[in-house]
């Protein structure tokens, strides 16, 4: 009987923090598969997260959140982006330990520049800038406590971050 599959890393951060773009370029560096639990979500329910909000309400999203990163563990050998509310969640949070987890650090002024006026992101569509503060400062503890690494995205390229966490892989690995 075979092991389940074990991701190479799972990046973790608030909106904005390049979950997405950092974890394909890094997938593409390593030669791994990326998997993205939002788009898993999205996947399963056949509507975009969005849509999930407005029909069946933030708690049902959570629920398939959870389910979503509890399939994503156990079955992807590459590089894992959780959405950003993810570690919210106890059972996420438990379930990180003994995975290699990458937070990735992004200050209010550049997540503000990267999500725009929150489009396609249902917890941002009223006041985004004060809801992505307000989201950062509660989440920010709990991506420290799952992370074994943080990685500062402010002010650099994706391709830079994608080096650093490569190298950070090589060392840890």
Known sequence: MTAPARPVCVLVGAPGSGKTTIGQGLAETLGVEFRDTDADI???AGKPIPEIFVDEGESHFRALER??????LTSCSGVLALGGGAVLAEENR????????????VELPDAVKRV???????????????????????RRPLYAE??????????????EIVAEIAQL???DG
Do not use: W
């Open 42 to 44: 999205e996947r399963l």
């Open 67 to 72: 389910a979503a990163v509890a399939a994503a």
């Open 146 to 159: 799952v992370a074994t690494s943080t990685v500062v995205t402010d002010g650099r390229t994706p391709e």
């Open 116 to 138: 725009g006026l929150g489009v396609g992101r249902p917890l941002l569509t009223i006041n985004p800038r004060a809801t992505l503060k307000h989201l950062m400062d509660q």
């Open 169 to 171: 892989l090589r060392t």
């Open 94 to 105: 438990a379930a990180l330990v003994g995975h290699r987890v990458v937070h990735l650090s």
